[in-house]
Every structure is written in structure tokens, then in C-alpha cells.
């Protein structure tokens, strides 16, 4: 169990140094693809609810720390999508790529509407065309193509630390 713990921290401390350092050298269309996101979205449809909740505050925490102006935006977007997405683990199976791919540009979609709203509607900037097409679409596509590649990883690394595995 701890070493499942200490697994989730290091992911989701790699993902943020990789999308904070070397995806931002990378961006296409002025876009970096949000692996905490997408590590937020694999570990709840792989693990369940509880873990897409953790996983996406502390995920969301880091953003905060970063990029937010408002503390707690990202945890709560990061949460509650992670929640979400939870929801999915009991229904499908995760031998199929297709649903893991729809639940990330879905979710990268979710997350683009939700800090419309916050960081712009509310501030009355109504340019959600706009906002849209130059950040939101790039920014999906990006983060779907990254993340299937991160879902493949993190599927095939639980395995290791699941708690049903027993050491011979």
C-alpha cells in the first residue's frame, strides 16, 4: 500500500516537471498538454473515485501552487473531474483504449469549459469562440494524443503495485 502511495507521488511529481519543463519547449499552438490532468484521469479510471479525488487535488494543489491566481481553482476542477471519471472504473473494462482516450479529451474538454467559466466568464470576457478554437481545441487534441501514450505507461506499470499482487 505505501509503495502504491509513494508510486502515485513520483508520477504525479514527474508529470509535473515534465509538463512544466519539457512540454513547455514543446508547445504546439501555443499549448502544452496537461499530463496532470491526464494522470488525474488514468489513475481514477484505473483505481476508482477515491483515487481520482486524491490524485486530482493533490494534482490540482501543484497547479495551484503554479499557475493559479485563485488557491484551490485547480484542486477543485482536478477533483472533480477525477470523481467523475471514477464513476467509469466499475462499468467498462480496461483492457480497451478507446474509453481511456474519450475520458481524457473529454475531460480535457471539461477542464477548459470549467476555467472559462471561472477565470473569464466571471470577469466578463465573453470570448468563448475564440477561447475555444485558440486554447481549449489545440489543447485537447494535444493532451489526447500525450495521453494515450501516459494511460499505455500508467496501465501497464499498476500491475507492480497493486495490492493483489504477491511476491513469490
Excluded: H
Excluded at 106 to 115: H, Q, T
Amino acid at each position: 500500500m505505501i509503495k502504491r502511495k509513494a508510486a502515485s507521488v513520483l508520477i504525479i511529481l514527474i508529470a509535473f516537471v515534465l509538463q512544466t519543463t519539457v512540454f513547455q519547449a514543446l508547445a504546439l499552438a501555443e499549448v502544452v498538454p496537461n499530463l496532470l490532468l491526464v494522470v488525474t484521469v488514468c489513475y481514477a479510471y484505473l483505481r476508482g473515485r477515491t483515487s481520482g479525488l486524491i490524485n486530482g487535488f493533490f494534482c490540482g494543489l501543484l497547479m495551484d501552487m503554479v499557475y493559479g491566481s485563485v488557491v484551490g481553482l485547480y484542486a477543485f476542477i482536478f477533483m472533480s473531474i477525477g470523481f467523475a471519471v471514477g464513476f467509469c472504473r466499475k462499468i467498462y473494462f480496461t483492457d480497451r483504449l478507446i474509453l481511456p482516450a474519450v475520458l481524457i479529451t473529454g475531460s480535457d474538454l471539461v477542464y477548459g469549459i470549467y476555467y472559462y467559466v471561472m477565470e473569464f466568464l466571471m470577469r466578463g470576457r465573453m470570448n468563448l469562440g475564440f477561447y475555444f478554437l485558440r486554447v481549449i481545441l489545440p489543447e485537447v487534441i494535444y493532451t489526447a494524443l500525450v495521453g494515450i501514450l501516459v494511460y499505455r505507461l500508467l496501465a501497464a506499470l499498476e500491475p507492480f503495485f497493486s495490492p493483489q499482487r504477491k511476491e513469490a
